[in-house]
């Protein structure tokens, strides 16, 4: 079976500092990537995502870029983190273009 | 544009009950799903029911049905006989092409 693993779970960084949050998927190949925002109280928002190893398409111009070294692996970086940044990440996976997401557990991030 | 409106931020029911969320969208592709995602305060992403726009019947999962009117671009969550372990973050989703776009959300409180 599929399974995806995210994090680290909670995350506290000053503002100024650098980001990585990893999130890999096992059970499937070349699976459709995403990282997606939640404010606190508010709905998902898309950052990224990633249809192939190398192909990565920005939804929302910020401090943040994603990479994807490997089929499984998509990662979430940032070279200095701004109060705005913080909040709930949450990575998915899907199979095909119409088939569910499924979503990892999520990291809470705080800037201070 | 893909996008999805939950006009209700907040709803309530009586245990036993029946509760309806409603949602609303607008997409130019004629070929997509529409998903309902439910969020407790775990806050793990759990799909809840899905909806292909080809399908003029309705989906049904136990306690979960929704309403699709295409035309209205209308997909609403009715819920029956709710319980305790309903309680949560209820998001509509829209797949289009690669990419799945969320309403901001309606909080579902149950009162025993």
């Known amino acids: 079976s599929q399974t995806i693993h995210q994090w680290p779970a909670t995350l506290v960084q000053p503002v100024g500092s650098p980001l990585s949050l990893e999130c890999t998927v096992e059970g499937t190949s070349n699976p459709n990537l995403y990282w997606y925002r939640q404010a606190a109280g508010r709905g998902l928002q898309l950052l990224f995502y990633?249809?192939?190893?190398?192909?990565i398409s920005s939804e929302v111009p910020q401090n943040l870029s994603a990479s994807r070294p490997q089929d499984r692996q998509f990662i979430l970086s940032s070279k200095k983190l701004l109060l705005s940044d913080s909040g709930f990440y949450l990575c998915a996976w899907r199979w095909g273009d119409h088939s569910p997401l499924h979503f990892g557990n999520g990291t809470r991030l705080t800037v201070t | 544009a893909q996008t999805v409106t939950q006009s209700q931020p907040e709803m309530s029911v009586q245990e036993a009950e029946t509760v309806t969320l409603s949602c609303t969208y607008d997409?130019?592709?004629?070929?997509?799903?529409l998903f309902w995602y439910k969020q407790p305060p775990s806050r793990q992403m759990i799909l809840v029911i899905r909806?292909?726009?080809?399908?003029?019947q309705n989906a049904t999962e136990n306690r979960f049905s929704v309403n699709f009117q295409k035309a209205a671009k209308s997909f609403s969550l009715k819920i029956s006989d709710s319980q305790l372990g309903d309680a949560a973050m209820y998001f509509c989703a829209l797949q289009g092409a690669q990419k799945l776009v969320f309403g901001q959300g309606t909080r579902l409180t149950i009162n025993p």
């Open positions: 990633s249809v192939g190893i190398g192909q």
């Open positions: 909806q292909e726009a080809y399908k003029q």
């Open positions: 997409t130019s592709e004629s070929d997509y799903y």
